[in-house]
């Protein structure tokens, strides 16, 4: 029995259709339906059946579904074994409200496992896209969503997405700041304020630098830019600096993201507060978007998903718990 036989087979039964498992297999479907019916010829079993539901598998086939994919885990283990020695890179992308949280911690750890494996550490404000788009190297991507986005269209053909934490958009103040009063707040509040934005991009001296970033909010909490004008968005070079402005001065305010704000200095040592939203969309998650095929097939791309979820699981402890 060939490999691809098992490649053939798995594709139907996840997809319950020969013709969409020839499309995403970029396979002549002839030569899948004689493919199964080879490999059921061989074992002496009917492996698929049809009914209104469509083609589904036996009870013999779902015994040998089960047992095919570790078979196909095994061999892309076996492949990789020619290759261990080589050196690979691997993108590791993260949202710009996000820099510098996870992923550098782990960084030198990864490195020192991994000496044959560069391990690129990237910001984008989308960087969800990027990671089926990086088809040189293996990526994975460290993301920012509302946690009513229900877009699943970036993370079809094998692409993961899982929630690594669950938690708040708030208003992030200077403790001096006449906000810091209410126990939480509605958009209309902040008329009058100053919100401080990262740029995305490497260069701030554009001339529409504050219409970018004002574009960029409408699309991560829309009903927020209803109460903002772009003259009151203040577009500055790195999150770094938002917080240092935030923490100053009484009428800057920063849009934050609990429990991830915990992390800075400014709000562990009490100067800074992050007060909630009455409104209910800006409830959000940190998720971790990676590849399910090189999660299977690349042990070092594997160690660094695992290491991701661990570092997350034990920062959410830390944070709740203080």
């Known amino acids: 029995m060939k490999i691809s036989s098992l490649k053939y087979f798995i594709a139907i039964a996840e997809t319950g259709s020969i013709n969409k498992a020839a499309k995403k297999l970029y396979v002549a479907q002839p030569s899948l339906t004689k493919s199964i019916k080879l490999m059921e010829a061989e074992l002496g079993v009917t492996l698929f059946e049809r009914n209104k539901a469509g083609i589904q598998l036996t009870s013999e086939g779902e015994k040998i579904y089960k047992e095919a994919q570790i078979v196909l885990d095994y061999y892309n283990g076996w492949k990789q074994l ?19 949280f996870l992923i550098p911690k782990l960084h030198i ?48 053909d094998g692409i993961k997405r899982i929630t690594l934490m669950e938690g708040y958009f708030g208003c992030l103040v200077n403790r001096q700041s006449p906000l810091s009063k209410f126990k939480a707040l509605h958009f209309s509040d902040l008329k009058g304020y100053c919100l401080a934005f990262p740029s995305h991009s490497s260069t701030i001296d554009e001339k529409d630098s504050e219409v970018r970033a004002y574009s960029m909010l409408s699309g991560f909490v829309p009903d927020l830019v209803k109460e903002i004008t772009i003259g009151n968005v203040i577009t500055v070079d790195s999150v770094q600096t938002v917080i240092k402005m935030a923490s100053e001065q009484p009428d800057v305010f920063a849009v934050s993201f609990y429990p991830a704000n915990v992390r800075y200095s400014e709000y562990e040592n009490g100067n800074m507060v992050c007060i909630p939203f009455y409104e209910t969309a800006t409830k959000g998650e940190i998720s971790l978007v990676y590849s399910e095929k090189h999660y299977k097939s690349i042990s070092a791309y594997r160690d660094l998903v695992e290491m991701i979820k661990s570092e997350a699981d034990s920062f959410l402890k830390k944070a709740t718990a203080e």
């Open 82 to 100: 020619s290759s261990e020695g080589e050196s690979m890179t691997i993108n590791a992308f993260t949202h710009i409200s996000l820099v510098g």
């Open 109 to 156: 750890p990864f490195q020192r496992n991994h000496a044959n494996v560069l391990l690129k550490y990237q910001v984008d404000a989308t960087p969800e896209k990027l990671v089926a788009l990086s088809n040189k190297n293996p990526a994975l991507a460290v993301c920012l969503n509302s946690l009513n986005d229900k877009d699943d269209s970036l993370y079809t």
